[in-house]
């Protein structure tokens, strides 16, 4: 399994990086089974992100997008996607696309773009809606959406488990954890537990931010929620323009001792 960073600028796109938007592939068969294939499926599609993410591959290529929650910083790129699915002059190539959301995803898409909701985008996209703890397979990942704390309707930490063979012929699990957006709670903890990567939002600052519970972690309290998983590596990301990447590496780092880094969009990592 691998990501690539599309986006992991907070809240809005930066100088650097769109909005919130990670590439997952693995390596398995086409659903009948009869050909090798590569699956690629997008956690969350943030503002800015839809431009970027063809750097890495053809938009027909899209097996599944899967929202966190519904802040545009998270999804708004959707109705992008929308467009090159619907008005493509040479038609669309791809599958009808499975968007994994909460459950006013169609309604607020479609009111975004100014559609009726009946069809809105029904005809471009299959949403389907995330149910508490109920894994979903997609080709060769399995996702399981857990409840988190941020102040929407419905947020969830996203876990994607694949099996890959190992050295010794034997069938390893990796486990990539996405926060989402967060703070501190068990349930993100529950999804990190014993993850390879734990891609953790970290938007507010020790010091800065005191007063506001209930919306983002720090540095700190990412660190903390990865130690308390036992995750064995710690990504950083969804960090805004004013919060200091540096900074938020050196607030985890008094909580979590693993190996430690900041999401940079264009990077890929191995899970």
Not at 86 to 92: E, F, K, L, Q, V
Not at 127 to 153: E, L, M, N, S, Y
Not at 175 to 201: H, K, P
Request: net charge negative.
């Amino acid at each position: 399994m691998k990501l690539t960073i599309i986006g992991a600028s907070g809240s809005f796109p930066g100088p650097g990086s769109p909005a919130s938007c990670y590439l997952v592939t693995a390596e398995g068969h086409t659903e009948d089974g009869s050909a090798p294939k590569t699956w690629r499926i997008l956690l969350d599609l943030g503002n800015g992100a839809l431009g970027t993410l063809q750097r890495y591959m053809t938009l027909d290529d899209i097996d599944a997008v899967l929202l966190s929650h519904l802040h545009p910083d998270h999804c708004m790129d959707l109705c992008g996607l929308h467009v090159a699915i619907r008005w493509n002059p040479y038609g669309w190539k791809g599958v009808h696309v499975p968007v994994y959301g909460p459950e006013a995803t169609a309604d607020r898409m479609a009111i975004a773009y100014g559609l009726d909701p009946d069809p809105g985008m029904h005809p471009d996209f299959d949403f389907r809606h995330w149910r508490p703890r109920q894994p979903v397979t997609i080709g060769p990942f399995t996702v399981t959406p857990v409840p988190v704390r941020h102040p929407i309707d419905e947020a969830y930490a996203l876990r994607v488990e694949t099996t890959e063979p190992g050295p010794d012929g034997r069938d390893l699990r990796r486990v990539l954890t996405y926060s989402g957006d967060t703070d501190t709670c068990d349930g993100l903890v529950e999804a990190a537990r014993d993850a390879d990567l734990f891609l953790c939002e970290a938007a507010f600052q020790e010091g800065r931010d005191d007063g506001i519970d209930g919306v983002h972690l720090t540095g700190r309290r990412a660190g903390q929620m990865a130690s308390d998983a036992g995750a064995r590596r710690l990504l950083l990301t969804h960090l805004p323009v004013w919060t200091d990447p540096l900074g938020a590496s050196v607030e985890a780092r008094q909580a979590y001792d693993g190996d430690l880094a900041v999401a940079v969009s264009g990077v890929t990592y191995r899970v």
